[in-house]
């Protein structure tokens, strides 16, 4: 009897201090309700300056209330409604301000633009890597035409070798005929969007082995354009393979150059972490690094598209060289003023 007595009282007090919690607190955690409510049924738009603030406060107290719950165990039906409050508010005051289109737009005009810069000068050092393999790879070539098979392999070359003739590289390639929207647009260039994005993927996630198969692969590619090149040279055809390529080369190599850069900004930094950890270090590039290569998808799908029609449809080497240089302009001009400044962009 004694012990039931004690229960009963136990009991009875924590009701009392659950209801008086709940009295001192109730008529935050109601406006909370319906500020919150008000926000999912039209959008964060609905609440005035002044309310903003004010939800903000209103849930850092529900927080408060919840974790003071918790601690003094009051009864659970409170618990389970502070807890889904909260998690309701905390959507509400620090979710995402946009949905999938405006977060596209967000990447597009600040977070890509921002991440290229911030692997400026681990893009620099790929491009000397690309542009020595290709180098590299003319010279070779043109000291013995037969050499372009080490660099070029028979899928890439396509039927295009030593033994190509002047008019068949000019008719079969470089001023090859329209074959219609369906093969150029859609088959050839969504197969040379899959070959690109995979070539760029592995010179981005190769970066974690220190970044020197991301070297490899990329002057590799630099020596194969090297020989191409050299082929055409050797036939007299060096400034209307140079236009023929740049036409969609300029987006498709940067792309590459790109990756390669955020490949190596991830390698730096497993290789020398600094002060931090590996582990930390890594945490605070990776972000940076994915964001560049991500953006870079796009480029390799413009890239496509203009190599699978643009290209053809505009059959004349000034016209090529025009397009390319108007291309490389935009492309600079929105890589170095879009998105505004940020700290590290100075540095």
Request: with cysteine; aromatic share 10%.
């Amino acid at each position: 009897m004694r012990y039931g007595a004690a229960q009963g009282g136990k009991s009875g007090e924590l009701t009392l201090r659950s209801a008086e919690f709940r009295a001192a607190r109730e008529d935050g955690w109601i406006k909370l309700d319906r500020m919150v409510t008000r926000v999912e049924d039209g959008g964060i738009g609905v609440l005035s300056a002044s309310e903003s603030e004010e939800i903000t406060l209103l849930y850092r107290s529900a927080v408060s209330s919840l974790s003071v719950a918790r601690n003094i165990a009051l009864d659970r039906n409170m618990l389970l409604y502070l807890e889904n409050l909260t998690l309701r508010a905390y959507l509400v005051v620090y979710g995402p301000r946009s949905g999938m289109s405006g977060s596209m737009a967000e990447f597009f005009r600040r977070g890509w633009p921002r991440a290229v810069r911030s692997v400026r000068r681990q893009l620099a050092v790929i491009a000397l890597v690309f542009f020595v393999g290709a180098a590299a790879g003319f010279m070779i070539v043109r000291a013995d035409v037969e050499n372009f098979n080490l660099f070029v392999s028979e899928r890439m070359s396509q039927g295009r070798g030593p033994d190509s003739t002047r008019e068949e590289l000019l008719g079969g390639e470089i001023f090859a005929p329209w074959k219609g929207f369906t093969e150029m647009f859609v088959v050839f260039a969504n197969s040379l969007f899959r070959h690109n994005t995979m070539v760029g993927i592995l010179c981005f996630g190769l970066g974690f082995m220190l970044g020197v198969p991301t070297i490899i692969l990329i002057a590799s590619n630099g020596a194969s354009l090297g020989a191409f090149l050299a082929l055409h040279s050797d036939k007299g055809l060096a400034l209307d393979f140079i236009c023929w390529l740049s036409i969609h080369g300029v987006t498709e190599i940067a792309a590459l150059l790109l990756m390669g850069a955020a490949g190596l900004l991830v390698a730096q930094n497993i290789i020398f972490p600094g002060r931090l950890s590996r582990l930390e270090s890594l945490a605070r590039a990776g972000h940076s690094a994915a964001v560049a290569a991500i953006g870079c998808i796009a480029m390799f799908f413009i890239a496509g598209i203009i190599e699978g029609g643009f290209r053809q449809l505009i059959a004349n080497t000034a016209g090529r060289l025009v397009f390319a240089a108007v291309t490389g302009l935009l492309w600079a001009c929105y890589f170095i003023f879009a998105g505004g400044k940020r700290r590290d962009d100075s540095r």
